[in-house]
């Protein structure tokens, strides 16, 4: 689904990405986690394509097709979505009419009441996009626009950060709800057995630090980024425990 190619990454002139290698199957959900400043959120907004992030070296292959240069709307078009670790408000735009413009250029109807209400989101529909919204508002309106943009890989940045209890729990929902992931890849079978077209199956990159999400969307694989490398691959659930228990002074040397 996704990989990514001794990625160098450049921001305002300074390197921050210094040879990132990563690899996402059809239906896979990888964790992605790292101290503050390591780059997480350079690679989520690389592999979306915002151009500030500069790609000096290496490729990002997406489905078979090299998306290095390709803009952002491209990308989307091509089934790629991103929950921002950091929302902008859009002033003067009501959350319904963008919800309804991502649904047109989607070609999908969509019953948008139905959504927000289900998502606990039906209260923010007539108001601005993120305006005044509450952290926790945020998060979940990240979500509600990422169930109708319904992309076949998604790029989380730490969708649980600022978010209560119950709804990292409704958070969780609508990630499995995306990933379709009660049908398809937790069953049994090889991916050509289970469906015969395996861009079908949806796959995720999560950033998370506390690992609270991945009690509701299973991680198949963890990844630890450190200094703009990836130092270290394995279960996330694992490497989770490690990290807590002594740092990421520990992932620095891969145990
Ligand atoms: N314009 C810039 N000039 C210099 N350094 C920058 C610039 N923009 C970003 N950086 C640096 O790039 C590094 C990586 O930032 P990034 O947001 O990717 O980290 P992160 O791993 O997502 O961290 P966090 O866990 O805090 O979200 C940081 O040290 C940041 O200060
Ligand atoms: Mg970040």
Same mark, same amino acid.
């Given at each position: 689904?996704?990989?990514?190619?001794?990625?160098?990454?450049? &921001?305002? %002139?300074?390197? +921050?990405? @210094?040879?990132? /290698?990563?690899?996402?199957? !059809?239906?896979?959900v990888?964790?992605?986690? =790292?101290?503050?400043?390591?780059?997480?959120?350079?690679?989520?907004?690389?592999?979306?394509?915002?151009?500030?992030?500069?790609? &000096?070296? %290496?490729?990002? +292959?997406? @489905?078979?097709? /090299?998306?290095?240069?390709? !803009?952002?709307?491209?990308?989307?078009?091509? =089934?790629?979505?991103?929950?921002?670790q950091?929302?902008?408000?859009?002033?003067?735009?009501?959350?319904?009419?963008?919800?309804?413009?991502?649904?047109?250029?989607?070609?999908?109807?969509? /019953?948008?009441?139905?959504?927000?209400?289900?998502?606990?989101?039906?209260?923010?529909?007539?108001?601005?996009v993120?305006?005044?919204f509450?952290?926790?508002?945020?998060?979940?309106?990240?979500?509600?626009?990422?169930?109708?943009?319904?992309?076949?890989?998604?790029?989380?940045?730490?969708?649980?950060?600022?978010?209560?209890?119950?709804?990292?729990?409704?958070?969780?929902?609508?990630?499995?709800?995306?990933?379709?992931?009660?049908?398809?890849?937790?069953?049994?079978?090889?991916?050509?057995?289970?469906?015969?077209?395996?861009?079908?199956?949806?796959?995720?990159?999560?950033?998370?630090?506390?690992?609270?999400?991945?009690?509701?969307?299973?991680?198949?694989?963890?990844?630890?980024?450190?200094?703009?490398?990836?130092?270290?691959?394995?279960?996330p659930?694992?490497?989770?425990?490690i990290?807590?228990?002594?740092?990421?002074?520990?992932?620095?040397?891969?145990?």
């Amino acid at each position: 689904m996704l990989k990514v190619e001794n990625l160098k990454v450049e &921001v305002d %002139g300074k390197l +921050i990405l @210094k040879g990132v /290698d990563l690899e996402l199957s !059809p239906g896979k959900v990888v964790a992605l986690m =790292g101290p503050n400043g390591s780059g997480k959120t350079t690679l989520m907004m690389t592999i979306m394509g915002f151009p500030r992030y500069k790609v &000096v070296e %290496g490729r990002i +292959i997406f @489905k078979d097709t /090299d998306i290095t240069n390709l !803009p952002v709307y491209e990308r989307v078009n091509l =089934g790629i979505g991103l929950a921002f670790q950091r929302s902008q408000s859009i002033d003067g735009v009501a959350l319904r009419t963008f919800l309804k413009k991502i649904a047109e250029k989607r070609g999908v109807e969509v /019953d948008i009441d139905g959504i927000a209400n289900e998502f606990n989101m039906g209260d923010f529909l007539d108001r601005f996009v993120n305006k005044g919204f509450s952290g926790g508002e945020q998060k979940r309106c990240e979500f509600l626009q990422l169930l109708v943009l319904n992309p076949d890989l998604l790029l989380l940045d730490e969708p649980e950060s600022g978010v209560d209890l119950d709804n990292i729990k409704l958070i969780g929902k609508a990630i499995n709800k995306i990933l379709k992931r009660e049908v398809t890849p937790q069953t049994e079978g090889t991916d050509s057995e289970r469906c015969v077209d395996k861009w079908k199956l949806k796959s995720a990159l999560i950033v998370t630090h506390t690992g609270y999400i991945l009690d509701y969307v299973k991680a198949d694989e963890g990844y630890v980024l450190i200094d703009g490398r990836i130092v270290c691959k394995g279960n996330p659930y694992e490497i989770l425990k490690i990290v807590e228990k002594y740092g990421y002074r520990r992932c620095e040397r891969c145990v």
